[in-house]
Structure formats: structure tokens, C-alpha cells
């Protein structure tokens, strides 16, 4: 069975600080992954996806995150954290050779320090 | 810009009284979802169309049903709320697995009180 881990449901950064929010999965078979931002009292945005091919993806609003095979992780990612990043990040898996279902982490609140 | 759409944004209910949900998506993806988020929780799926073709999740309760009428429409019927259904209601769709990555996109949400 497929299941996504994300660890640390709070994270804070000071401003201008590296974000990095973590990801782990666990699939029997090569996975979609994706990241998603959610404001509050608004629905999912895509920050970024890996499918195939290059294992460093980048995203919008600077942020990107790495496909690791080895160590079944997608990390997310961004040099200097801005205010407005200020969400719940959602790291989610989809079993590319199965069902159209996508597995959702708990999710991770990013809070900004001034 | 194609988007999904959901109306109304907030929605205030009485506790037993029936209520609807709209979404509506000009991406013409063949596959739409309804999910229920409850605060600081992930988005948990409640059913999704392909097509016309319905699929319930197991642990979904019968007071949720759903209808989509065409391509574009997806509702959401509450047939009686109580007050554990207060949530959030995300719509979202995707193109089928045939396309190739079919990430899904979300409508803003409907934000359902009980009252």
C-alpha cells in the first residue's frame, strides 16, 4: 500500500531563511509525486510535480524538491523564505499503475518569522 | 483561464436540512473528485466520477451522495448534515490515466457550517 509521510506538521523559518519541508513515500511501483499550498479558506494549489525523467524539479514561487529513489523521499525545497509562504504544504503520492486516487500527507504548516 | 469552479464559497446549513454543492470545471477532464477537509487535516476523498462512471469510497457515509450530470457539472448532496459534516468541500478533476501525469486541480472550496 502506498503512503506518504511528511514530517514535522509545524516548521518555522525565519524570513529569508531555507525552507525545507520533508517528504517520504513508501510505493511498490514508481510513483507520481507532487506538492501542494494550501492558503487558508482556499483549495490546493500544484507547486511542483515529478513524473520521469529529471529528479530535481522546480516549481513555482521558487520553490522545488528532489525525487530520491534510494531514499524514497521528495523534498521540498526553497532558498529564502518570503512571508507569503506562509501555508499548509501537502506532499501526495499517485500510484501511476493503479487507480487515478491520490494519497495525500497529513501535511506540514510553514510559519514565516520576521 | 480554464479552472474549477465551486459555488457557493461558504454555505450555512441547519442541522437535517438537505444541501447542495456545485462544481463546475471548463479544463474537460474526465475524471472530478469531491473530498472533505476537516481543520489541519488533509483533504480525505469522498467519491470520484470517471465519466459517468461513479466510485464510492468504502468509508463514505450514505448521507453523501453525488450526481454529475454532464462533463463539466459534479454536485454534492448532503441529504441530512449534522454537525460532524461541518468541513471544507473540495471539488477537483483530472484528465484519465491515459493522458499521461494527470495531477489533480482544485476549485477553491465550499465551506459548509451546521447550524
Known amino acids: 500500500a502506498q503512503s506518504v509521510t511528511q514530517l514535522g506538521s509545524h516548521v518555522s523559518v525565519s524570513e529569508g531563511a531555507l525552507v525545507l519541508l520533508r517528504c517520504n513515500y513508501s510505493?511498490?511501483?514508481?510513483?507520481?509525486l507532487f506538492w501542494y499550498v494550501q492558503y487558508p479558506n482556499q483549495g490546493l494549489q500544484l507547486l511542483l510535480k515529478?513524473?520521469?525523467?529529471?529528479?530535481l524539479v522546480k516549481g513555482i514561487n521558487g520553490f522545488e524538491a528532489e525525487f530520491k529513489k534510494s531514499e524514497t523521499s521528495f523534498h521540498l525545497t526553497k532558498p529564502s523564505a518570503h512571508m507569503s509562504d506562509a501555508a499548509e504544504y501537502f506532499c501526495a503520492v499517485i500510484n501511476k499503475n493503479r487507480d487515478d486516487k491520490i494519497i495525500f500527507g497529513k501535511g506540514t504548516r510553514l510559519h514565516i518569522l520576521p | 483561464d480554464a479552472m474549477v469552479i465551486q459555488n457557493p464559497r461558504y454555505q450555512v446549513t441547519q442541522f437535517g436540512k438537505p444541501v447542495t454543492l456545485s462544481c463546475s470545471q471548463t479544463l474537460n477532464h474526465n475524471v472530478m473528485y469531491w473530498y472533505q477537509q476537516k481543520s489541519s487535516q488533509a483533504p480525505k476523498l469522498l467519491f470520484h466520477y470517471y465519466d459517468k462512471d461513479f466510485n464510492n469510497e468504502a468509508d463514505t457515509p450514505d448521507n453523501f451522495q453525488s450526481r454529475r450530470p454532464n462533463t463539466s457539472f459534479c454536485f454534492l448532496d448532503i441529504r441530512s448534515p449534522g454537525l460532524g459534516d461541518a468541513a471544507m468541500y473540495l471539488c477537483?478533476?483530472?484528465?484519465?490515466?491515459?493522458?499521461?501525469?494527470?495531477?489533480?486541480?482544485f476549485g477553491p472550496g465550499t465551506r459548509l457550517t451546521v447550524t
Open positions: 510505493s511498490s511501483v514508481p510513483p507520481y
Open positions: 515529478y513524473t520521469t525523467g529529471a529528479t
Open positions: 477537483a478533476t483530472s484528465r484519465d490515466r491515459s493522458s499521461g501525469p494527470y495531477e489533480q486541480y
